[in-house]
Nanobody, 126 residues
Framework: QVQLVESGGGLVQAGGSLRLSCAAS????????VGWFRQAPGKEREFVAG????????NYADSVKGRFTISRDNAKNTVYLQMNSMKPEDTAVYYC???????????????????WGQGTQVTVSS
């Protein structure tokens, strides 16, 4: 079983940047898919970006393409979400999630991920 801990959230002005980190303990990410999701008040949890640890295949939600970048650091067993050109509508709690058995591509539905972090708040002011 893997434990996930997010960090890096905070308050930023529109147009600014933040980098979120998702660190894994208990097991390495080597055979996992790792995704970032977000949930704003009153809304459903939505997929933001994901990466296959082996091979590095990525997938992004249309709303963040060109602004957000997901990456991984093998040595640190950590996944990052670099968020640039941020907008007020990016405000949400951001969650890191992991799936150990997905064979092809990057899943985008929350129910396809077994392991979740506790979340980190991101607030973008206008």
């Amino acid at each position: 079983q893997v434990q996930l801990v997010e960090s890096g959230g905070g308050l930023v002005q529109a147009g600014g940047s933040l980098r979120l980190s998702c660190a894994a303990s208990g097991r390495t990410f080597s055979s996992y898919v790792v995704g970032w999701f977000r949930q704003a008040p009153g809304k459903e949890r939505e997929f933001v970006a994901g990466i296959r640890w082996s091979g590095g295949t990525t997938n992004y939600a249309d709303s963040v393409k060109g602004r957000f970048t997901i990456s991984r650091d093998n040595a640190k067993n950590t996944v990052y979400l670099q968020m640039n050109s941020m907008k007020p509508e990016d405000t949400a709690v951001y969650y890191c999630a992991a799936n150990s058995g997905w064979r092809v591509g990057v899943p985008t539905r929350p129910r396809e991920y077994a392991y979740w972090g506790q979340g980190t708040q991101v607030t973008v002011s206008s």
